[in-house]
């Protein structure tokens, strides 16, 4: 999980990688339709590792950009293992998570626990699998508590539900408002049918997944940090009438220490 | 001769000055130039303040003029009901509830008040769990918050004037506010909950509702 490899490999089609300072020289309409703003910045100098001392900072500007959305697929035999398949990304370049904020602790033995607070913390996405189905997911780091040392701290977020409670399904059925059976099936009782419970009664309580961080590189003379991160995380649900896939998100992802 | 000119002349004279005296205090009612009468001329502009002057059993209320009597009976001890001719969204609504407390300062701060009847707010009827809703607590769909809260001071009497912002996590008019004015007179509690969603009350309702608020008094 090296940052040089994750950084290679979405250089196909994407605008030069910029450091903190080249981004906020750029103007809007150098920023506009050229894909920057879906880019975390690089760091400029810095030393490999964590090179910060002891004590508690707190994390500003926390970006986490994916580079890869792989979802896990059944094997077919029994027994087989489960493998992650690529996808085709829908939804273009929104998927990044920025302006994050979160306390660190570093303690005396160097271990990190990350606590995120607020940001721009969750980017709705839709991938593609091959056989065309379509999986949404809510790519997010709400609530994350991520221990462990920099060469890999990791912890649990809460992933909400996709669609909030007021979400009107294509029968108008919703959770917090709408029918709350399949009206207009003929008469005598069948839009309230246990098998349709699935459909007409809405969930909309959220899950959790795992990320894994790593610090690469740090800057201590401006307080950069940056790294690669793998996550994995459920998918959309449907509001409970679907079981969700497991997506598994590799990027990186940089922040600025105070 | 002399005498009838002199006399003629002080009664004309008598007449004008009556006439001048009328018309310097401003008495005489052409303003109201029913069918028949005679016109506007001297009478200042009929105001229109929107607002008809309701009174009530022991209470007085502006009530808006385009405003309809509603025959529904949303709470308890509902003695009537208004709302706007087009959206029933933007009503009021005048409750009568017997009570033992002397005077509306006996619940507390307006605050306490509204903890004790919070039903005039609406309660969450969703049981589900969410964290979806943005700007909201987890698996609350509905909110309400105090936006100015005082305590007035008319003839002697105490009332309590509450500004509630409640909002829906559906977005409903971009929030419902709701006025809510109350007092104790002769052992019974007179509330009155005046609302209209934010959509409207950006656009003028506002001087409708709050016109309400500040008219409604006891007698």
Redesign the interface.
């Known amino acids: 999980m090296s940052l040089l490899f994750e950084l290679k490999k979405t250089a196909a089609a994407n605008p030069k990688r910029l450091t903190y300072d080249e981004v906020q020289a750029q103007t809007y309409l150098e920023v506009k339709g050229s894909g920057t703003a879906n880019q975390c910045p690089i760091l400029s100098g810095g030393d490999e590792g964590f090179k910060f001392k002891p004590g508690s900072y707190s994390v500003k500007k926390f970006c986490l950009e994916p580079t890869s959305f792989t979802v896990k697929k059944e094997s077919p035999f029994k027994g087989g293992g489960d493998q992650y398949v690529d996808t085709k990304l829908m939804t273009r370049l929104t998927y990044t998570l920025d302006e994050i904020e979160a306390d660190l602790s570093v303690d005396e033995k160097g271990n990190l626990k990350l606590v995120e607070k607020d940001g721009i913390d969750y980017a709705a996405v839709t991938v593609q699998l091959p056989g065309g189905e379509r999986v949404p997911f809510l790519f997010t780091i709400k609530e994350l508590v991520a221990t462990g040392s920099p060469d890999g701290f990791s912890g649990s977020f809460l992933v909400p539900s996709y669609r909030g409670s007021s979400f009107l399904d294509p029968k108008g059925r919703g959770g917090s408002t709408g029918y709350d059976n399949a009206v207009a099936l003929p008469a005598g009782g069948a839009g309230d049918e246990e098998e349709l419970g699935k459909e007409n009664l809405k969930d909309t309580s959220g899950s959790t997944g795992n990320i894994t961080l790593k610090v690469a590189e740090s800057n201590t003379a401006t307080g950069e940090i940056a790294g690669v991160f793998e996550s994995i995380q459920p998918s959309d649900t449907d509001l409970g009438s679907k079981a969700p896939k497991e997506v598994k998100i590799q990027g990186i992802w940089c922040a600025q220490l105070d | 001769m002399a005498d009838e000119e002199e006399q003629g002349v002080s009664r004309r004279l008598a007449l004008a000055l009556a006439a001048g005296a009328l018309v310097a205090t401003g008495k005489v009612s052409t303003a109201s130039a029913a069918y028949g009468e005679a016109a506007n001329v001297f009478g200042s502009p009929k105001q229109q303040s929107g607002f008809t002057t309701l009174t009530g059993d022991g209470f007085k209320l502006d009530v808006p003029s385009k405003w309809n009597p509603s025959k529904e009976l949303e709470f308890p001890g509902t003695l009537l009901r208004y709302e706007d001719n087009f959206d029933q969204k933007s009503n009021l609504a005048v409750m009568v509830i017997p009570t033992d407390k002397k005077s509306i300062t006996d619940y507390g701060s307006p605050e306490d008040f509204l903890s004790a009847y919070s039903y005039l707010l609406g309660k969450q ?2 049981a ?7 700007g909201f607590d987890p698996n609350a ?1 509905a909110t309400a918050a105090v936006l100015q809260s005082k305590t007035k001071d008319i003839n002697g009497k105490k009332y309590y004037d509450l500004d509630v912002l409640t909002r ?4 409903d008019e971009g929030g419902t506010h709701q006025l809510i004015v109350a007092s104790i007179n002769n052992g019974k509690l007179y509330l009155l909950k005046a609302q209209a969603g934010d959509k409207r009350w950006f656009k003028g309702a506002q001087k409708f509702v709050k016109g309400v608020a500040e008219s409604f008094s006891l007698a």
């Open positions: 009827a969703y589900g769990k969410t964290v979806s809703e943005g769909v829906t996590a559906d977005g």
